[in-house]
């Protein structure tokens, strides 16, 4: 297939910079669709590590990157993350790097009104990572945002953001935050604007070019299916669509563009923030799945809750989702367990059902079923043969294909690009 999306499967920090990385190499061109800076992709070359944020990981093997429309872009946090990967070496200019012009800014009082918001919910906190994400979205659906094409028009500038500051000003004063001076937010915004515009245009327009040429696109997704605002553990969500349907609007492609969906799940679960978790871990196995998985925000350094492979829930995120192969990552952290566990159900009440349910509370009771399979000792740490593996580990891979009903498509066994075993190439499709 020309095209593949890269989607997380379960509630993100899969490992899609790794994946997205290695498959780039066959790659013309890679898209980030949604999400944010929020999102944090970890990439391992060698012995340079890179962290990405908003830009695509394309970049690291000078691939043309593009972001689209359907992402949200603080362009302080652009620019000081342009810097930090030109410091390790990388080139990103208007030759490497394109912005969609119809893309929404994320501007301060978005991360101002995000933290306060976070605050006056107290326990019932969702956990953001407080750079503003979702009120930026949510001007977007409110029709007052700023996009990208405004900071070519400074009269637009200046009337929008009477509207806009008069929405959060409001909101920010009745939390008890400060409040942001307009011709503050107008001078930054138009400081700013020489150098994002070099890289801004239709990136719809170059996309279709490329299409049509026969190039291939990698879509690069952020966050995952739990994390996404319809079909994830509401209220304990992102606020964009994460599944694979979004990099068709997200890019301004067609959805028959999207090509071969890939989604990516750890051979065991994390999730930072709030929100349910049925298979997670308070005991010293969940502990030692996070020091020997070094599970810390990449954004945020928050440690990463940890728990079972919950194969209800990455049926479900691969249904709702269209994933067409899987790749198992972080397969070498569970070397040495004596015994794995994998969920497949819940119990709530006295019901069994097979998915996690709508309802808050209904998720909040989903008691798991677990069942258990036999762990291995030898080390399946970096290896990039399935036949190498150790049996217990096939028989573990086995499993989660047929609870999942999806094939794999890849194993990745140590962070390392080329530490991947490849069963069935994506592209190939
Ligand atoms: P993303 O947000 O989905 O791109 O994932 P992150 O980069 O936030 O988190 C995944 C972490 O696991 C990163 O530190 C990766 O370097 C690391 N990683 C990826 N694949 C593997 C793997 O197969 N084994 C181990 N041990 N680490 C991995
Ligand atoms: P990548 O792309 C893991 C989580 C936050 C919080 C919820 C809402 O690296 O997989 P937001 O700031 O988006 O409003 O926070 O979503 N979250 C992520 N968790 N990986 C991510 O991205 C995340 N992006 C957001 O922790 O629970
Ligand atoms: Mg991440």
């Given at each position: ?44 070359v ?9 830009l ?27 810097a930090?990967?030109?410091?390790q ?15 929404v ?96 245009e ?19 997704g ?16 992102t ?24 989604g ?30 070094h ?70 009771a ?57 069963v ?6």
């Amino acid at each position: 297939m020309a095209n593949v999306a890269v989607i997380g499967a379960q509630w993100g920090d899969e490992g899609k910079g790794k994946v997205v990385d290695w498959l780039a190499s066959r790659a013309d061109v890679v898209v980030r669709y949604q999400g944010g800076h929020n999102a944090g992709h970890t990439l391992v070359v060698g012995n340079e590590t890179y962290k990405l944020s908003l830009l695509p990981s394309g970049l690291v093997r000078g691939k043309l990157c593009v972001i689209g429309n359907g992402v949200v872009i603080d362009p302080e946090a652009l620019l000081a993350e342009i810097a930090r990967v030109r410091a390790q070496g990388l080139s990103v200019s208007p030759d490497t790097l394109r912005i969609a012009d119809n893309a929404v800014l994320i501007l301060p009082m978005h991360g101002a009104l995000d933290r306060a918001r976070e605050e006056a919910r107290g326990d019932r906190k969702i956990g953001t990572t407080g750079r503003g994400i979702g009120p930026a979205y949510e001007d977007k659906v409110a029709r007052r945002a700023i996009r990208v094409c405004d900071l070519a028009e400074p009269e637009t500038l200046d009337a929008k953001l009477d509207e806009l500051l008069r929405h959060h000003n409001t909101l920010l004063a009745s939390l008890g935050a400060p409040t942001f001076d307009k011709q503050t937010v107008l001078a930054r915004l138009l400081a700013l604007a020489p150098e994002i515009l070099p890289y801004v245009e239709p990136v719809w327009e170059r996309l279709d070019t490329l299409r049509q040429a026969g190039k291939r696109i990698l879509f690069e997704g952020a966050q995952a299916v739990m994390l996404d605002v319809d079909h994830g553990t509401y209220p304990y969500v992102t606020s964009s669509n994460t599944v694979a349907a979004t990099a068709a609007s997200g890019a301004g492609v067609g959805p028959h563009s999207v090509g071969f969906v890939l989604g990516i799940a750890k051979a065991y679960a994390t999730r930072v923030g709030s929100g349910p978790f049925p298979s997670e871990l308070h005991d010293d196995i969940g502990k030692g799945l996070g020091e020997r998985g070094h599970e810390f925000g990449t954004v945020t350094g928050r440690p990463r809750r940890c728990g079972w492979f919950d194969a209800a829930m990455v049926r479900q995120a691969i249904k709702v989702s269209g994933i067409q192969g899987l790749v198992v990552t972080k397969l070498d952290v569970l070397d040495g367990l004596k015994e794995l566990k994998l969920c497949t159900g819940y119990r709530i009440g006295d019901k069994v059902v097979k998915h996690l349910p709508a309802g808050m509370a209904a998720q909040a009771a989903a008691e798991p079923i677990f069942e258990t399979m036999a762990g291995w000792t030898t080390s399946s740490r970096s290896m990039r043969t399935w036949a190498e593996l150790p049996p217990a580990a096939i028989a573990y891979l086995r499993r989660i294909e047929e609870l999942v009903e999806a094939p794999i498509a890849l194993v990745s066994t140590s962070p390392e690009r080329d530490d991947t075993i490849v069963v069935r190439d994506p592209f190939a499709d």
